[in-house]
């Protein structure tokens, strides 16, 4: 488990399994970005489980409902991000979030990579790009 930014954490299926370790980091809301994986403690924790195939062609219908979720744990406590490597599906997300903070995709990009190596699929940058270009153009006068 990798904290990408303050009170979020990007992980993958052994972290979000390990019941002590989400207890030991604070965590306190879960967003579930696998089809595959259960919602494995949900009387402990607030979940949102996506059910996102890898790669998937609805990714961006999720990104501001996920958002709104993470800036709503984090003001509660710690917020995990997770699917099953942390490689793709998860990262995506995370990378939304760092967008919808302000910050430009290749900004996004460059820092979450310092903190861990990921390799999101393609359609979801791609979706990620489509998204914020939108929401960006949007708010111009």
């Not at 996920?66 to 709503?72: E, H, L, R």
């Amino acid at each position: 488990m990798w904290l990408v930014w303050d009170s979020l954490f990007l992980g993958g299926q052994r972290d979000a399994s390990a019941l002590g370790l989400l207890k030991k980091r604070g965590i306190t809301h879960i967003v579930n970005c696998a089809c595959e994986l259960p919602c494995y403690f949900p009387n402990d924790f607030e979940y949102m489980s996506l059910n996102l195939n890898d790669p998937d062609p609805d990714f961006i219908k999720h990104i501001e409902p996920v958002c709104q979720f993470i800036d709503a744990g984090r003001l509660k406590g710690n917020v995990l991000v997770h699917c099953t490597a942390a490689v793709s599906r998860s990262p995506a997300m995370v990378l939304a979030y760092i967008c919808h903070l302000g910050h430009s995709l290749e900004v996004a990009r460059k820092l979450l990579n310092q903190r861990v190596a990921t390799n999101p699929d393609p359609l979801f940058i791609m979706q990620l790009s489509e998204y914020y270009i939108q929401s960006w153009h949007s708010k111009d006068p």
